[in-house]
């Protein structure tokens, strides 16, 4: 099928439509509402976000990892949330009529996703309308009542931990939107692809929700910065917090860089993109999370701890530095 798309109800029955094919309540995206019955003895956790064409992805990225990308970091937040997700709704708006090609493209990722993800298109809507294209998706899950996580819950003395590492995605995007510093950094091309690939395609901790349901106090995921959303956390939490730099994970590719550009440390801390978690939780709990991460196959990481004066630290061989809690502002 070639050409662009001509009518709401054709982009819905071909592309959109068999993505709810296993929700019941979806009633097949005939219908302007749906249904979803949680279950018994659970909380619903909500979260919506929108990308943008020209913001959050480029406007030439591949179909497939757009739509993984809309959907991807949505269910990030229901992971710091420790929520298991169920469904979720989308608003599509495009400057122009899709072609077919993108939109078999574009639908072929989000079933990737939702395969990955284990969660089911319910409803929403498209449209057409002047500016960038734009995704907007709402992710619904739940938890067991009571058990749901918040960013304000943690105490002076908890430590503080994140998964997998930081700074792949920052450095990821420098790489894909070609700018001169990073067109010399020297890399193999398995690991340009690897780094770009962590921007393009985040990997929300979704399998970590059991453990922090049991252990953690706070969480949030990082998507603006480290420090910045270690700021946020802190600060939720009428707190500080200390941070080790010898402790910061990063990829073995993104080490290498750092010994010979000492700027790659501010794309650590501040670079944003990474869509890991972090969490704190009373420091008894330290050896279960790390056999929980041994088994599961998940990096996590102790890289601090809360603090009981404001203001966050960063701890470099045993001399404490302010640490400005700098990193993507939307605004």
């Known amino acids: 099928m070639s050409g662009s798309i001509t009518s709401e109800e054709e982009l819905i029955r071909t592309y959109l439509a068999p993505l709810a094919r296993a929700n019941e309540g979806a009633f097949g995206l005939r219908d302007d509402c749906a249904i979803f019955s949680p279950t018994p003895g659970?909380?619903?956790?909500?979260?919506t976000d929108a990308i943008a064409a020209g913001v959050h992805f480029f406007p030439d990225d591949r179909p497939e990892d757009i739509a993984w990308k809309a959907l991807a970091v949505n269910?990030?937040?229901?992971?710091?949330?420790?929520?298991?997700?169920?469904?979720?709704?989308?608003?599509l708006s495009f400057p122009e009529a899709p072609a077919h090609a993108f939109m078999q493209r574009f639908a072929s990722g989000l079933a990737d996703a939702q395969s990955a993800f284990g969660i089911v298109l319910s409803g929403g809507d498209t449209d057409r309308r002047p500016g960038p294209m734009t995704v907007t998706i709402t992710a619904i899950g739940d938890v067991p009542a009571g058990f749901r996580l918040t960013r304000d819950g943690a105490r002076a003395g908890d430590a503080l931990f994140v998964t997998g590492t930081l700074g792949d995605a920052a450095c990821g995007l420098k790489l894909r939107r070609g700018d001169e510093d990073a067109r010399n950094w020297p890399f193999e091309a398995n690991e340009r692809t690897d780094l770009i690939a962590r921007y393009l395609r985040p990997q929300p901790r979704l399998d970590?929700?059991?453990?922090?349901?049991?252990?953690?106090?706070?969480?949030?995921d990082l998507s603006d910065g480290l420090?910045?959303?270690?700021?946020?956390?802190?600060?939720?939490?009428?707190?500080?917090?200390?941070?080790?730099?010898?402790?910061?994970?990063?990829?073995?590719?993104?080490?290498?860089?750092?010994?010979?550009?000492?700027?790659?440390?501010?794309?650590?801390?501040?670079?944003?993109?990474?869509?890991?978690?972090?969490?704190?939780?009373?420091?008894?709990?330290?050896?279960?999370?790390?056999?929980?991460?041994?088994?599961?196959?998940?990096?996590?990481?102790?890289?601090?701890?809360?603090?009981?004066?404001?203001?966050?630290l960063l701890r470099t061989n045993d001399c404490d530095r302010p640490l400005v809690p700098a990193g993507w502002e939307h605004f």
């Not at 659970?42 to 979260?47: A, E, G, K, Q, R």
């Not at 269910?75 to 989308?90: E, G």
């Not at 970590?208 to 949030?220: D, N």
Request: glycine share 8%; charged share 20%.
């Open 75 to 91: 269910l990030s937040d229901l992971a710091a949330s420790a929520a298991t997700p169920r469904v979720y709704q989308m608003a």
């Open 208 to 220: 970590i929700a059991p453990l922090l349901r049991r252990v953690a106090t706070a969480a949030m």
């Open 42 to 47: 659970t909380d619903l956790v909500i979260s």
């Open 227 to 312: 420090a910045k959303d270690l700021g946020r956390l802190a600060g939720a939490c009428s707190a500080g917090a200390v941070i080790e730099r010898a402790r910061l994970p990063v990829s073995t590719a993104v080490r290498r860089l750092a010994g010979a550009d000492s700027s790659i440390e501010q794309l650590v801390l501040s670079g944003g993109d990474d869509y890991e978690l972090l969490f704190a939780a009373p420091r008894e709990h330290e050896a279960e999370i790390r056999t929980w991460a041994a088994t599961a196959g998940t990096n996590v990481t102790r890289i601090g701890w809360i603090a009981e004066t404001p203001g966050l």
